[in-house]
T-cell receptor
Framework: AQSVTQLDSHVSVSEGTPVLLRCNYSSSYSPSLFWYVQHPNKGLQLLLKYTSAATLVKGINGFEAEFKKSETSFHLTKPSAHMSDAAEYFC?????????????FGKGTKLSVIP | DAGITQSPRHKVTETGTPVTLRCHQTENHRYMYWYRQDPGHGLRLIHYSYGVKDTDKGEVSDGYSVSRSKTEDFLLTLESATSSQTSVYFCATGESTDTQYFGPGTRLTVL
């Protein structure tokens, strides 16, 4: 069984300040982990993914995430927020390593960027 | 978006009518998925396909059926639409069971 908890449903930051979106996961197997972003009225776009290589993963648009097995966390960060980062972000865990087809999604964190 | 299109993009229908949503991909991906997105629930898997004519149920499959007669198309059918099926539906595809790429979504309203 696997689950994902996004610790904040809404995060608000000022433009130019750092972004931290928190995600904890639970998985019976070595997981693959993802962050997706969804802009209003759009589909989901893959930001980055972790698949048991380097624990610090770099994604698009300056985002990165660090896999911490001891803390079962996969937090998403960006050094400096831009207005275009305002969107909803989903942390996702895959149990593909266990032969499952299923992705498990967190409930999402809505990021607001204040000018 | 890995060359994924969904049709229609918006639909309003009445309770009890059948509805079919189409997902079309140009990436020749083996795996295809249908999700629904509802406030407070994130995305939930309805059905998925691991090859032509090979499909299986996801987390919220009741009231839905699917078909995949060729690699590029995955159809989702609501046999008799209900108001609880008002949602935004997303199709996703992938070459492996790991990374998935999402289409633009279909907004369905059942009156």
């Amino acid at each position: 069984a696997q689950s994902v908890t996004q610790l904040d449903s809404h995060v608000s930051v000022s433009e130019g300040t750092p972004v931290l979106l928190r995600c904890n996961y639970s998985s019976s197997y070595s997981p693959s982990l993802f962050w997706y972003v969804q802009h209003p009225n759009k589909g989901l776009q893959l930001l980055l993914k972790y698949t048991s290589a380097a624990t610090l993963v770099k994604g698009i648009n300056g985002f990165e995430a660090e896999f911490k097995k001891s803390e079962t966390s996969f937090h998403l960060t960006k050094p400096s927020a831009h207005m275009s980062d305002a969107a909803e972000y989903f942390c996702v865990v895959s149990a593909a390593g266990a032969g499952s087809y299923q992705l498990t999604f967190g409930k999402g964190t809505k990021l607001s960027v204040i000018p | 978006d890995a060359g994924i299109t969904q049709s229609p993009r918006h639909k309003v229908t009445e309770t009890g009518t059948p509805v079919t949503l189409r997902c079309h991909q140009t990436e020749n991906h083996r795996y295809m998925y249908w999700y629904r997105q509802d406030p407070g629930h994130g995305l939930r898997l309805i059905h998925y396909s691991y090859g032509v004519k090979d499909t299986d149920k996801g987390e919220v499959s009741d009231g839905y059926s699917v078909s995949r007669s060729k690699t590029e198309d995955f159809l989702l059918t609501l046999e008799s639409a209900t108001s609880s099926q008002t949602s935004v539906y997303f199709c996703a595809t992938g070459e492996s069971t790991d990374t998935q790429y999402f289409g633009p979504g279909t907004r369905l309203t059942v009156l």
